[in-house]
């Protein structure tokens, strides 16, 4: 009986070691030698692109002359655009070795940093804030913040605000511009810039305000509407990538000499961009 008491003890502990190393043991579950926690995200983006033979960016669908989706093919298409296509060639070898995934002013960091694209050509103005939390290359595109007016407004430039609706975009550096330039204007806010311009053009407001060169792309579409006052911003764009992927940085601003050096990035300027 004694023996028998002891045979069910042992087996009890076994059957607890068992159990105790099996939930230790869980997070180490591998594939190949791997741990299933090492994911590819973990890869630094250059190592994961070459790897994937591809860029993912994320690029703007509703800015005219930028990145614009095209109701009649179901292409994006506009400078930024060809910029990435060109810079895809320079690292990959093709231009059909790109993504591309629509982001928002709103957006397009958290995407980012998320992992779900490798690098922005979106408008994004180069700022010392958004230095703190993603990475950028040199400048690829100079621009400066105005305002749009519908011809025959009162509003002359940025000292014309005074107690007037102005429209701008949820995200964006010249929402934060605005405020501090005119402090008696009464900024409304919208989710993109389709949504702004349509705003504008309902009398929600009397000025959209953002970028020259976005606005231009407005005043393209509708000849009913104007810029006016000139510029009051610098707005250097740059290409955004993940904190920390220097290589990847690296690569990008080679290839953004490239174009430059070789004449491409001139001849993409001035296909879209005639002001």
């Known amino acids: 009986m004694l023996k028998k008491k002891k045979w069910l003890q042992l087996s009890l502990l076994s059957v607890l070691a068992v159990i105790l190393l099996a939930g230790c ?14 994911k590819d995200k973990d890869k630094d983006v250059l190592t994961q692109v070459k790897d994937n ?13 930028f990145g614009l989706k095209n109701p009649s093919t179901g292409e994006v298409e506009g400078f930024d655009i060809d910029i990435a296509k060109a810079l895809a060639a320079e690292i990959l070898g093709d231009e059909k070795k790109v993504e591309f995934k ?22 994004m ?17 100079d621009a400066g913040q105005s305002l749009l007016v519908k011809k025959g407004s009162d509003i002359k430039g940025i000292d014309s605000l005074k107690g007037k609706k102005v429209l701008a975009v949820k995200g964006s550096t010249s929402a934060i511009n605005i405020r501090e330039k005119a402090p008696d204007a009464q900024v409304l806010e919208f989710e993109n810039y389709s949504e702004a311009f349509a705003a504008l053009k309902s009398g929600q407001g ?39 992927n220097e290589n990847f940085v690296a690569e990008l601003n080679k290839a953004l000499k490239s174009l430059k050096d070789s004449g491409k990035y001139d001849e993409i300027h001035d296909k879209w961009i005639k002001h």
């Not at 043991?25 to 090492?38: F, H, L, R, T």
């Not at 993912?56 to 005219?64: E, L």
């Open 25 to 38: 043991g869980g997070d180490k579950v591998s594939n190949n030698g791997k741990e299933s926690g090492s």
């Open 53 to 65: 033979d591809k860029i993912v960016f994320g690029v703007k669908n509703d800015t005219r002359l």
């Open 102 to 123: 629509e982001v928002t002013s709103k957006t397009r960091m958290a995407l980012l940093n998320n992992g779900d694209i490798d690098a922005i050509v979106a408008t």
């Open 125 to 141: 103005t180069i700022t010392d804030d958004r230095k703190k939390e993603v990475d950028f290359t040199d400048v690829y595109f």
């Open 206 to 244: 009397e000025a959209l305000t953002t970028d020259d060169s976005i606005l231009y792309g407005m005043a393209d579409e509708d000849p009913n509407y104007e810029l006016v006052g000139g510029t009051f911003t610098d707005e250097p764009y740059g290409i955004a990538v993940k904190k920390g």
